[in-house]
């Protein structure tokens, strides 16, 4: 079929509206953002109606694709990456004597030598591009086998989507939507013909009907047919193993002639035939809506044990697990009596230069190790890079290398060699499950406590904290914790490596809400990490991704929003609670800034009405769209499996600690993400959360507020990077801490801030006849990094953790609030080496919620 121009410039200007304004140049309204993510959605309408539409897009963004290069503009690499990759992924064929993968391969090769992200993607898709040159439709092929979770030779894992939302907090037509997105079922059979389709026509193009090759799989019985589906994925995998392009490609022709006279289909002599090219969907990936609403992955433990397929490996493991547990109390039992013996026979032995050169650690061992030692042996010890050392900071890139740990072995007799042998044999066992677990939960500590870090260029967040920090010691401390070591916040580093073994089950958990959902999926993360580091269930096996779509919260839902009252005593200029919002979405803001295509193709969801991307869209009438046994799914739909299927890279975002001390003398500690409420606003928003209870209590602004007593302490961060303690002594009505992260302007590099944002009561007005309240209020807005709060005498006040209202405690004495770090985070990923200064340097890593963005952070 021969395309007018007509044809191609469309293409060319769908593809130019799905690029507009990602530069930092164009500068253009928020009113032309609304309808941004359809732009993307309508071209690959208009790829579907005829399958040569693909070939034409693809030749148009590597035109765009050499104009970026010659220009420089960073913005568009990972859009043009992306959308090259998965158009490519859906294109029905690419003639062999078209040169247009190989011109690809030369196109993104040449971004390698490019700063990070985007060196990254484009080594992706040019992995992508090397199995097609070698076995066209492999692509297509593992995605759909992942997701459908078809068993078969050589099978590559699996893929689980789950969709974690409360129906209580989204509107009904959003739920609709995604019920209907889990309710698809389609049968293995017609994925099985369809994944066969699609292998003969990207390979052979129009050489056999489709009609023909369909109705042929049609008589096969499931047997039979799910015997020439292993075989078909056989030959594919194969060819993409090989070195040899020509080769590969020909295994590939041979391969497939060979089922189709298995098939009885007639030969063809000719390269093509009256037969015409079908566009052949990409199957709905397996969908599962769990209603949560709670702090913890449980409810997600409980549905994933539950799967069949994945039932086996939990019953493996915890067999393993009693087998390890056993194994380890024999050894402990046979290590403990022969350290007792040892003891025995060198207790007046010791050696008098065995602690010679030890100058910081008066009790380390007398081995040879330690005689150069010149640290503690109770805490880490770890030296800084020669261009680190000098400036204090870690540079752009740090990839350590694994080293082995220390063994301190005990002075005298050496131990008899059936002790040995086992400890060697312990030293020396695998650690796969362990390394595969910690490479799931970016956990850099092993069970093991083997130092352990993937040799793949780290990736870091820019939003993440990279200055140092020096602990101030409280006069109340003991002189021990007067001499801990000088901590460096390190930026974070994700402890996943890309080359992850593929056979492992990969779980998507999409989670669906406002910043307070941020918040219990931060919540719900830590408090995964620590059971799966006490006892490896879910993650032995088990990696995880997730993705975070931004909705907005149901206030009519939520309680009595609508029954606020304004006070007669408010005026317009009152810094009262309207100032923090009933529920924001600053979370999804932050990743659209870090990420330009995510707020192109999730954020902007957020100014799209509901009714319009929840609607269904209408079947195509073109001959060239396979006729599919799925209903047409709405828009929405289609985009969050874009989502989920295209954003590969996280960013990382920061968790923050807060350290509670109840009145009766409880010590709790909690973790957020975005906001930490105190005093009246957290007061507020229990009453709001009443519903239709809070009429009895009503709902007063901060001049009606009973104002606290309260001793504050905080780093206030200057532009400089750094950090002032300041200790005043405040009367407040609320204290509110809140990240950072509404304009690019606020974002920092090395440094991620917490806005405090104090209402401080400068004059009251007490009567004993009329209501008495505040009548001049001040605010203060300071950036800083590290918090404390105490109540003067008995004052006691409320806290609430992101706007979440069932994250809100009463009788709050003190309030410490630090960034988060993980637990043991200064030794579980260090090497241990000696320093020349008695002052122990230690990298801090920090704990941050991974969000799945399609590029990464920009730089």
């Not at 959308?83 to 859906?90: G, K």
Request: proline residues 4%; glycine residues 4%; contains cysteine.
């Amino acid at each position: 079929m021969q395309h007018t121009s007509c044809t191609e410039d469309r293409i060319q200007h769908a593809l130019d509206r799905c690029l507009d304004g990602l530069r930092t140049s164009e500068c253009l309204s928020q009113s032309w953002n609304t309808g941004w993510c359809m732009n993307r959605w309508s071209l690959e309408e208009l790829l579907k109606r005829d399958p040569e539409n693909f070939l034409i897009l693809l030749q148009q963004i590597l035109k765009r694709a050499r104009q970026v290069q010659e220009e420089c503009e960073y913005e568009l690499v990972a859009p043009l990456t992306i959308m090259f990759e998965s158009t490519l992924l859906q294109t029905p064929y690419c003639p062999t004597e078209c040169d247009l993968l190989v011109e690809a391969r030369e196109v993104f090769h040449a971004f390698l030598t490019w700063p990070e992200p985007y060196s990254s993607v484009c080594h992706s898709v040019l992995t992508t591009i090397q199995q097609e040159l070698r076995a066209p439709g492999i692509s297509y092929h593992r995605l759909v086998k992942e997701e459908q979770g078809i068993t078969a030779e050589r099978q590559r894992g699996k893929t689980i989507t789950v969709l974690l939302l409360n129906p209580a907090d989204v509107p009904q037509t959003f739920l609709s939507v995604v019920q209907q997105l889990s309710a698809i079922d389609v049968s293995q059979r017609e994925i099985g013909i369809n994944l066969i389709k699609h292998a003969f026509q990207c390979n052979l193009g129009t050489k056999y009907h489709t009609h023909t090759l369909h109705l042929a799989l049609q008589s096969l019985s499931d047997d039979v047919l799910s015997h020439t589906l292993s075989c078909v994925s056989a030959v594919l995998e194969t060819a993409a193993a090989m070195t040899d392009t020509n080769a590969a490609r020909a295994h590939v022709l041979k391969g497939l002639e060979e089922v189709r006279e298995k098939l009885n289909i007639p030969a063809c002599n000719s390269t093509t035939s009256n037969g015409m090219l079908q566009f052949l969907k990409l199957p709905t990936a397996k969908c599962y809506t769990i209603h949560w609403d709670t702090d913890n992955f449980d409810v997600l433990s409980e549905f994933l044990e539950s799967e069949p397929d994945l039932a086996s490996l939990f019953s493996e493991a915890q067999t393993e697990e009693d087998e390890v547990d056993e194994e380890d109390a024999d050894e402990e039992e046979e290590e403990d009596e022969e350290v007792e013996m040892e003891r025995y026979e060198t207790e007046d032995c010791l050696d008098p230069r065995a602690s010679m050169f030890s100058t910081t650690s008066s009790l380390s061992t007398a081995s040879k190790d330690s005689m150069l030692s010149t640290s503690s042996d109770f805490s880490p010890v770890s030296t800084l890079s020669s261009s680190s050392q000098a400036s204090g900071t870690d540079s752009d890139f740090c990839e350590d290398i694994e080293e082995d740990p220390h063994v301190l072995m005990p002075i005298g007799k050496n131990k008899n060699g059936t002790g040995l042998s086992k400890r060697l044999s312990r030293l020396f066992k695998p650690r796969g499950h362990s390394l595969c677990r910690a490479k799931s939960l970016g956990n850099t500590d092993c069970k093991d406590k083997k130092d352990f870090l993937p040799a793949a260029r780290s990736k870091r967040s820019n939003s993440m904290p990279q200055q140092v920090l020096t602990l101030t010691v409280e006069p109340a401390q003991s002189e021990s914790a007067a001499m801990k070591p000088v901590c460096y916040r390190k930026r974070p580093i994700l402890s996943s490596d890309e080359d992850e073994d593929r056979g492992t089950v990969l779980i998507r958990v999409m989670v669906f809400g406002a910043d307070y959902v941020a918040g219990k999926l931060a919540r719900a993360y830590n408090s995964l990490r620590k059971r799966e580091k006490l006892s490896p269930r879910l993650t032995k096996y088990c990696r995880m991704k997730f993705f975070f779509v931004p909705v907005k919260r149901d206030q009519i839902a939520n309680g009595g929003v609508s029954q606020i009252s304004a006070s007669p005593l408010k005026s317009a200029q009152d810094v009262s609670t309207d100032v923090y919002e009933y529920s924001t979405n600053n979370i999804a803001h932050l990743l659209g800034m870090l990420d330009p295509w995510y707020e192109r193709n999730t954020l902007c969801l957020l100014d799209l009405p509901l009714h319009v991307v929840c609607q269904q869209t209408s079947k195509s009438d073109s001959e060239s769209v396979e006729d599919s046994v799925e209903e047409c799914l709405p828009i929405m739909a289609d985009l969050l499996l874009y989502y989920c299927r295209n954003a590969a890279r996280p960013a990382l975002i920061q968790l923050y600690q807060a350290e509670l001390t109840l009145a009766g003398g409880e010590t709790r500690t909690e973790v957020f993400i975005h906001s930490l409420e105190l005093g009246h606003t957290a007061a507020t928003r229990a009453i709001k959360a009443m519903g239709a209870a809070s009429k009895r209590f009503g709902i007063d602004g901060d001049r009606e507020a009973v104002p606290l007593s309260l001793e504050v302490v905080y780093n206030q961060v200057v532009i400089s990077g750094r950090s002032q303690k300041t200790r005043v002594e405040k009367v407040c009505t609320s204290i509110n801490l809140t990240k950072v992260c509404r304009t690019l302007e606020e974002l920092d590099p090395k440094m991620e801030f917490l806005q405090l944002t104090m209402t401080e009561v400068l004059k009251r007005q007490n009567s004993k006849t009329k209501r008495s309240y505040n009548q001049q209020l001040s605010v203060t807005q300071v950036k800083v990094d590290r918090f404390r709060v105490c109540g003067s005498g008995n004052t006691t006040f409320a806290v609430c953790l992101d706007q979440d209202e069932k994250k809100i405690l009463q009788s709050v004495t003190r309030c410490e609030v630090s960034v988060c770090y993980k637990p043991d985070g200064c030794s579980d990923w260090l090497k241990v080496r000696a320093l020349s200064s008695q002052m122990e340097q230690t990298f801090c890593s920090l704990l941050c919620l991974p969000i799945s963005t399609f590029s990464g952070p920009q730089p």
